[in-house]
């Protein structure tokens, strides 16, 4: 008796496969960067900020891929003249991330895509400053503001690096005191990141010896470099104020 022939038809549409859900349920990891939407209603979550991630380390697909998605955004040309030490590569990059004392963090919005990424650089076991590095955000959230809120998307991301920072210890089990962030001076744009810092308390703005060599258009240029900090204290007073006014405005 012949066996019958039936049309096999797949069960997922055929764009399914380019896409990351198969990497998913296949146990693969997968991440995206945050580009704009049709939908409305999801437009307006992909600018809004829900998490931060510390960057698994130990997982070498998980890092492969979140290495390769953040050195594609620091280097677009918007954003490479604003960072040194850009690493040349993935495997590079890797290794750097690996450091004892450096933690990479993947900044999440609604839509669960990478909206930016950070890294906090440990204090020395004899110092307390630690360092928020290689801070950037997707270039099509960039300058972005929240259309139901107050906040641009640098801002939410800002405020949720610094509060895993001071709510999560130092690899050897301190508590950070401060977070520093340098700025590279004379650079186009560069007073959106001296703006958002100063709206995320950041203070103690001073000019630092050293040059930051920074490649434009292939040719190397020297740029002056301003620190800024914050302390903890000072971050957690803001913390205590912005709770009181909360239940201010909830008994209005």
Do not use: C
């Not at 693969?28 to 704009?36: A, H, K, N």
């Not at 290689?134 to 610094?162: C, M, T, W, Y």
């Amino acid at each position: 008796m012949a066996t019958p022939e039936f049309p096999v038809q797949n069960r997922f549409p055929e764009e399914f496969f380019s896409t990351g859900e198969l990497k998913s349920m296949l146990g693969i990891p997968y991440f995206q960067l945050s580009e704009p939407v049709q939908d409305p209603v999801q437009e307006r979550q992909r600018a809004i900020i829900d998490r931060v991630d510390e960057i698994d380390t130990d997982n070498d697909e998980a890092l492969s891929e979140y290495a390769k998605l953040y050195l594609a955004v620091l280097n677009t040309e918007s954003n490479k003249h604003h960072f040194t030490g850009i690493p040349e590569n993935v495997e590079e990059f890797k290794t750097y991330l690996k450091i004892d004392g450096n933690h990479g963090l993947a900044v999440f919005n609604k839509l669960g895509q990478i909206a930016g990424f950070a890294i906090i650089g440990d204090a020395e076991r004899d110092q307390n400053d630690s360092w928020l590095n290689k801070f950037v955000i997707v270039n099509s959230l960039q300058n972005r503001k929240q259309e139901d809120g107050p906040k641009h998307v640098g801002k939410q991301a800002l405020d949720k690096v610094v509060r895993w920072a001071f709510t999560t210890p130092m690899y050897d089990g301190r508590q950070r005191k401060s977070l520093h962030a340098a700025v590279i001076m004379e650079v186009p744009n560069h007073e959106r990141m001296i703006h958002l810092l100063e709206n995320s308390d950041f203070d103690g703005k001073m000019r630092l010896p050293e040059q930051a060599v920074i490649k434009i258009k292939g040719k190397d240029f020297d740029k002056p470099v301003e620190r800024y900090y914050l302390r903890r204290k000072q971050w957690e007073m803001r913390q205590q104020l912005n709770m009181l006014q909360g239940t201010i405005t909830d008994t209005n």
